[in-house]
Structures are given as structure tokens and as C-alpha cells.
């Protein structure tokens, strides 16, 4: 007793003079490291890497690995392999406008790219490797920002980059490449009339204008010194005064020309003389690429109908076919979108003839390659680039699984009924074992025949992404390889927060009925609601094939807390003159039946009001939403700029947290809360953030907090009865981290149920706040089947690491004089700064780009969530927050096990007999 | 009682010898100094006492009261043992429960040890010793925090609360 107080009194004292050893000592003892072994590495994650949306592509001509280069909208540099499509090398450019890319060409050492808007930087990227050469940078006041008004030209044997301001005058300004020594600039002397639409056909510039119903084509060098301006008026050729003028990429300076209504594009190939008209014409669809190797004169012609993409080569001057090339191919158009060509190159093949390589990038931002003649060789899916809403759910079960389950999905009929039922469904089964033993029974569905089946753990899932142009995938989460894709057509996400939604009306749980999502998204024209139905697992349309417009724009949506008959789950929407629509019709019913426990509220962004909607004056004729509250939260210049609730599959298995003294302190959980941020200015505090947690049934606004000298970027997670978000405080300079923490107290009210309405309480709120030493990019919340496993928050940081941070490190909690009874509840003595192992990153080396967000998402296994990090690149692992608590190591000895108990039994058995022989022998003595 | 316990053999004897004129001379002679005639009587009783049966009551008393004689001891162990939980206090603990309820559940055999008059009072004598030092382990355990006595022990055991209304939305689409 003595001693043991003797030792608590050590240990105390140990606490208070140095929290670090306690830290430490702390550390040590739960074992907090979540580090992978060597040989584990990409055996439970894999990676993906990203560019997006293709803008500038140039073939690669110099160097003696062929590749291609391209620049993206995602503001990505790259170089991918010609064969594969793979990523050689790539660069992440700065963010938004700051890395908008205007411009790429490639010299002989270097690829180019001008970036930037304020200032304009200037880059070379080597070649092979990809890593930076030279970088400098425009001053501000040279550049006018609209990129129609700059044009950019490279002249690869001067070594000079030229910048084409095209204002009421052409002033031609050229920079040294590597060093960005600005030389002596000059205005083009051309004669325009009026505000002319030019293009660059490298080293000409080519403008088009309209004099007097005649369209003049003005031609005039960058490069050469003093070059006179030629004009051709296009009058016999083109009558028409609305004229489009388009550069044709490539290595000769071509421009094509066309006038609306006509059927055909003329080709004018410029010279300092002016420019010739190339005897031949083209249809106006055509995609128009030259081959890039430089003194060639192959023209392509990509003409796309429907279902085959065709390509016509032919002699740049002359038009005559070249026959060896010209060829068309089926394009695989039910999953790629129109393609427009980027880039070609020709070379000549082994046995004689040419061979084109052509680069296209379609409209749902698919980048592929074609080889001339031959096939599609490579596409890649940079529509994953930017995904806009995810979910990850479990594959169907068996066929003989599924066999079992025919049996329990018949109705009830009584003891007899469901014995002979039995009878019969077994002896089915044993008929389909003998045939299958005898290879005669049916085939099996295609998704057995993929391995897609629920495995023992529920680990195997399928991830269901809706990308920003309106295209599905099917993602297998065990390979990463897409299972199906689907194309939507005209739609647009949701341009306020860039999202769509995307519902799970049922799951796999419920066979023989296919689980069913609903991807609820806008109309790219008209701005209204359009709703896409399909099966998660197959990609299929589960009603109409492509997308049914609602007529009416979609203001609010929620997902219906009961199924109907058939385990469907109707999606209420809310339109923008406040009606109430379900879809499917079928859950009317549901809906009505439900209405009087049904609340749907929005929050609008501009006016900071936020309003609840209650459904209890519906009739069975009519769902109706009547307004009820009406919270408004911003002032003045203030913005509303992010409301969170908790996630709804989230299940809480502790009511309660246990004290030092043995007591509970119960949590407040209210399913009802949201999380509403406001942000502002004041000439005093600066930036402010408030923080309001808002109950939508009641509009009671439970709990409010403000920060002063906080702004941008806020990331918030809302769990169980705590809610944790980030900023940046300006005060400070760093990134710091807010948890608030609910309790009711140590009583429950109400033990059995939990109303907004009925006597609400105010919960105890414990708050702290934390320094993490690093920029957040997205956070969010591990979630696991019963929520037995404690919760650990996963932080994207702007490096590229994705940090698992346990909630025990952000407890509010956490004291900063530890009492014994703190000690005994368990809790870490307070410390600001919040520790960033490297252990703790759980995509270890493989650094994830520009992170949108995390998806995380429960698996059969109670220790184990899924995680899918989303953004420029796709990341996808598995954490389990408490370790693997419910499965054996993956080292553990089977073999070693079974063997010793095969001995051991085996050894009793031998010696019970020996036994038995000896105490006979002695029976005889 | 050692004392006692031998003179009476001795007058018994010794009364055997003299028992003729000894009521005569009581009646005839005045008592010596420091005689006192009531000393036998008490001898008496006692020889009545020290039969047999006298000594199975008060072996049967001396198991019946062995319970309670160990609880002091037991006291200053769990003393000794702390709150702590550790591997040694445990033992101690489980060992102050198991004996009690062990002889509680051979209490019958025991009780076939235990006759005489005062059997019935011994019995629960007995009973009731062995009660307390249940009770006192019991209490043991409880300090020790090993007795599910607090809200915080049935708390696994608390169900969700059942969600009444149904909400949902967010930030507005348009």
C-alpha cells in the first residue's frame, strides 16, 4: 500500500514536471503507430495517378524515348508513355488561376509551359525527367489577363518565347527563353479596321476581319525584322461575313477557314508572301491535325460519326490520299464521349508506309491514343480527375448464396408451407450441386464469373464515382480497375459547391431486388434537376437509359428515412418554388405515412438563411412543406459558407463516457444537428468565423462559437457528439484545430428516445483547441459497421500525405492539470501541438495531389474502414483505427497451430495405449 | 480452568473416605476459619459440567466461532493487499471470497461435527461468520472497483436512442 502510494505520488509529480516524458510514456504504452511493413506495401492500397482534362498536347519528336507531353486543366504538366498511357513524369502546377497554363511547346531540351496569371511564369520542364530547368516570371503589368487578348509563339532555333498582346494594337514582345531577359518589343503593322479574331500559325500570326461584307485575311511574321503585313480578301471563296479562323497544329502554318452555313473549310497555308489557298477542300466536321515532325506536309482529317472514327491522311499541299493510312476504326462510343483531336505524328514503319499516332481528348475528358492503321491503343480516364461524389457498396452475394436467400424471401405461409418449401429449395440445391459437379448446370451470372461476390469480411465493395462532366464508374476496390462507366449526357453538378449527389435508395442487402443509386445532378443548358437512376453494380439504368429531366430546378434533397415494399428508399426533392416531389411515385405513400416525423431544411448561401421545412400538413393527395423556422446567421457582408451533419449510415455503440469516478457522463447525440459556418469581416477582429450548431427540426441554434482572425480554409468534421474543424488563424500564422464535444450530463432524459421537439436539452459543451503543424486540404471522420471502434480523423495535408490522426490526441477533453481522476479516465495531459508522425500517414511514399476529399466507408469487419482519397490523383486503403482486433494477424501460424494440436492428440492417444498395456503387464506380476 | 479442573477429582476422593461424620461435625463444630461450606457446591456444579457432552458444546462452539475469529485477520490483509489491481491483491481477494462460500457450501459436513444442546445457536453462529467474511470481501472487491456497481459498468449495456424525427438537406442546390 505504502509503496504503491509512494509510486503514484512519483509518477504524479513526474506528470506535472515534464507532460513530454508523459507523452512519451503514454505513446509507448498504447502503441499508436500505425506504420506498414516493407512487404505490405500496396497489398491493401493501391494508387492512381491523374492529369485531367487535356488543353495543350505536342508529341515528343527530340528525344529518343518517344512520348507525348501534355497540359492539362487540372493545371498539370506531363509526359505519358506512347504505348501505354502510363505517366512518365508529371508536375502539379499552382492552384486555380495562379496555374492556369496558356501556353505549351516544346523545344529540343525543354518543354515550355507559361502559366500563371499574376505574374506569368514562365517554365521549362526537361524533358526526360520532368523536373524543373529554368522558371521566371513576367512582370504584372505586361499581361492583360483574358486569354483571347494573349497569344503566345516559341521559336525554337532563336530561343525566344514571343508574347502577343492582341489589343486595339498588335504589340509583339519577345523574352530570352532560358533566362527571360525581356529584348526590344514591336508593334505589327497591321491594318485593321476593327477588333480582328486572330490566331498564331507559328511564326505567322493570321488575323481575319470583315471589311464592308469582305473578310480580309491579314497575315504578318512575328520573327522576321520589319516584315511587311500581306492582306488577302477572301471575297470569291467566302461570301459570308461571319468567318472562323482556326490555327491547325502542327509543324507547317495552316490556318483553316470558315464561314457559317457553309459545308466546307478552306485551307490557306501562309508564307511571307501571304497566304496561299491549298487547292482542296474540307468538311467542316473535320477535325483538323498536322503531323508534327517538323518538314513533313501530312494533313489529318478526323471525321467522327456516330460509331466509327475515321481518319483521312493526304498531302498537306496537293490533298491527294495517302492510301496506306487512311482507314476508320470503331470507336468504343457507349463509354467515350466525341473525341477531338490534339496532337498526331506520323513516322515511317518497318515495312514501308507511314504509321500515325493521333492523340484525342474527348468531351467527358477521356484522353486515348489511335496508331493508323491498327486500333485504339490506350485510353485513359481523366474524367476521375475530378469526382464529385462517391460511394462505396458491397457486391451481391453468390449464386449459391443467393440460392439460400430464395429461400427466406417468400412470405410467411404458415408451418406446413415453409416445409415443404424447404424441402423443395433443398432438394433444388442438391440437384444444382450435382449438375455443377457434372458441368451441366447454368452458366453463372456475369458477376460471379468477375469474382464480383461479397467476400466472408465485406471487404470486397464497389465504388460508385460520379465525376464533374456527368460520367459513372464502376470501381472495383480491391485492383482499382473500372468495371463499367456510363456516359451522361447535358450534365452539370451542382455550381455553387461543385458537387452532385448521389443516393443509395437500396443496397446489395436486399435479394433478389438489384441494389439501386440515384445520381441527382443539373442540366448543363437549362439549369434544372435531372435524375439518373442505375444499378451500382453492372452500371445498368434501373428505369429510363439516360437521364430524365425533372422539369423544375432541384433547391433541396433528402433521402426518405423508410423504405417501401420492395426496400426502396424515395428521394424527397424540394423545388425552387418550395413543392414537394418524391421520386420514385411509388414511395408517395411512405412519404405521407412518414410526414409528421419529416424535416427538410436548406441553407442559402447569400443571404445566410437558413429555414426548416416540416411535411406534417400533408395529405395523402399531396406532400406538402410548410416552413417553420427561419434562422438567418449572417449580417451584413458576412457569408454562409459550409454546413455539415453527420453522416447517416453512422451508428454510435457507447451512450456515455466513463469518469475518473466510475460515473457516465452521457453524450449528446442528436441525429439532427448540423454544423453551419459563417465567415466575415470586421475592421477590428479582421477575419471572423463563427460556428453555430443548429438542430434543423427545431431551428434552435444549441451552441455558437466565433473566432477572431481566422479565415480560409475551413474543414469541418461532425460525428457522433463532437464536432472538429480547422482554420487558419491570421493571428498566429499557423493552421489550428477546434473540437467541441457534447454531453447531457450524468443522467440520461430520456433513455429510450431522442426528440428535437419534444423538452430539448442544452448540452455541456467541452472545447479545446490544437496547433497542427501543417495545411489542411480535407478531413473527414473514420466510420465502421457498429461503431465499436474508436474514431480517428483522417487529414489530407497540402504535402500530400494523408495524416490519421486519433481523436484521443483532440479530445477536448484533455487536461491541462492532470488530477488523478483525469489520470484514471484516461485521458493525455493537454499539449498545443499536435504530433505528425511519419508513421501516421497512411499513404506512406505515395503522395496523393491536390485532395478534394475522403471518402470513408464501413466494411463487414468492425476494425476496419475503407478509405478512398479523391482529388487530382484517386488513393484508396483500409485503416483500422483500434487495430485488427477481429481477425488473426496475417502472420499468424496455422500451420505451426494445427500441427502441434495433430501432436498433441495424436500423442495422448499413444500414450493412453501404452498406458493401458503397462498397467496390464503389472496386473499379471 | 486448568485449576479447577484438578481439586474436584481430589475431593471426590477425598469425600469418599470421610463421608461418615462429616454432617455431624458440621452441625456439631464451628467451621474452621476460611471454611466455607458453599465451596463444594460449586465443585459441584462444575463436576456436572465437565462431562463429556460439556466438552463436544464447546468444540462445536470452537468451530463455530472460527469464521468470525478470522475476520480481524482478513481486515488487516485486505489492508495489507491495497486497491491496486495487480496480480497479488487479486489472489488475496479471490481468496478471502472463495473460502467463506466454499465452507458455505460444505456447511452440511461441517454441521455434522457440530451437537450438542447449543447446535442450533452454533450453526448460525457459524452461518453468520462465514456471511461476514463474504460481506467483507465483497466490500473488498468493491473498493477495488471490481463489482459492477456503477452506472459506468452497465453502460455497454445502454441502448441508442431511438430517433423520433427524420431530417435532412443542406446548403441550397440553386
Known sequence: MKISEELNGCISRMWLRSPIVCLALLLIHLNLSYGLYEDQIGKFDWRQMYVGHVKFAEFDTVSSVKKVFVSTEENVVAALNLKSGNIIWRQVLEKKEQGTIHFMNITSEAVITVSGTNPVNVRGWDLNGGFLLWDWSFPLHVFISSEEENKWFLSDTELKLYHISLGSEIIVKPYELTSGRALEGSKLPLPLASKPSCVVAAPYIACIESVGGNPILHTVSITAVNSKPVSKPLKPLIENTEVTLESVHGSQPLVSVTSSGSKVKYLFLIEETGSRVLPYQVERSAKLVQDSLRESNILLQLLYTNEWFDVLTSNLLTGEPIPDVTSSLKYPHDRLGPPTAAAAVCTPRKDKGLGCRVLFSTTDHAVGMFHYPGKLIWVREEALASVVAVEMLDLPVSDTEAAIEKEFDHKETGFGGMFTHRLLSQTLQLRLLILSILGLGDPPSAGQRAGLVRDEFGLHKMIVIATGVGKLFGIDNLSGEIVWRRRLENVASYSSQNQMILYVQRTTRHFPHPAQCALLARHKVSGEGVIFTFNPITGQPAGSESVTLLGYQIQQSMLLAFTDDNFLRGILLLDQKEQLHVLPSSAHSVAVKSAGSTFIFTADKNTGILAGYSLLFSNSQKLEATRVWEVKLTQGKQRLTAVVSKSPVERVHSQGRVLGDRSVLYKYINPNLVAVVTQGFDPVHKNFLNLYLVDVVSGSVVFSISHKKAREPVHIVHSENWVLYSYFSDKSRRTEIVTLELYEGKVQSNTTAFSSVASPIQPIVDQQAYILPGNIVAMKETITEKGITSKHILVALANGGVLELPWMFVDPRRPITVTPEMREEGVIPYMPELPVPSESIINYNQTVQRVQGIHTAPSGLESTCLVLVYGLDLYYTRVAPSKTFDVLKEDFDHFLISAVLLGLTVVSYITRKLASRKALKQAWK | ?174
Open chain 2, 1 to 174: 480452568m486448568t485449576a479447577t479442573r484438578v481439586p474436584p477429582k481430589r475431593y471426590k476422593w477425598a469425600l469418599d473416605s470421610t463421608t461418615r461424620g462429616k454432617p455431624d461435625r458440621s452441625s456439631d463444630l464451628a467451621s474452621p476459619p476460611g471454611y466455607n461450606p458453599s465451596a463444594g457446591q460449586v465443585y459441584t456444579e462444575v463436576t456436572r459440567e465437565s462431562d463429556p457432552n460439556h466438552l463436544i458444546i464447546k468444540k462445536s462452539w470452537e468451530l463455530a466461532l472460527g469464521p468470525l475469529k478470522q475476520v480481524p485477520m482478513n481486515l488487516f490483509i485486505m489492508y495489507m493487499a491495497g486497491n491496486s489491481i495487480s496480480i497479488f491483491p487479486i489472489m488475496m481477494v479471490g481468496m478471502l471470497i472463495i473460502r467463506p462460500v466454499k465452507a458455505l457450501f460444505t456447511m452440511q459436513n461441517t454441521f455434522k461435527m457440530i451437537e450438542g444442546s447449543h447446535a442450533a445457536g452454533q450453526k448460525f453462529v457459524y452461518f453468520l461468520g462465514n456471511i461476514v467474511s463474504v460481506a467483507l470481501a465483497l466490500y473488498k472487491c468493491h473498493s477495488m472497483g471490481l463489482l459492477p456497481s456503477h452506472s459506468s459498468d452497465w453502460l455497454a449495456f445502454v441502448e441508442p436512442q431511438m430517433r423520433m424525427e427524420y431530417s435532412g438537406g443542406g446548403m441550397s442546390l440553386i
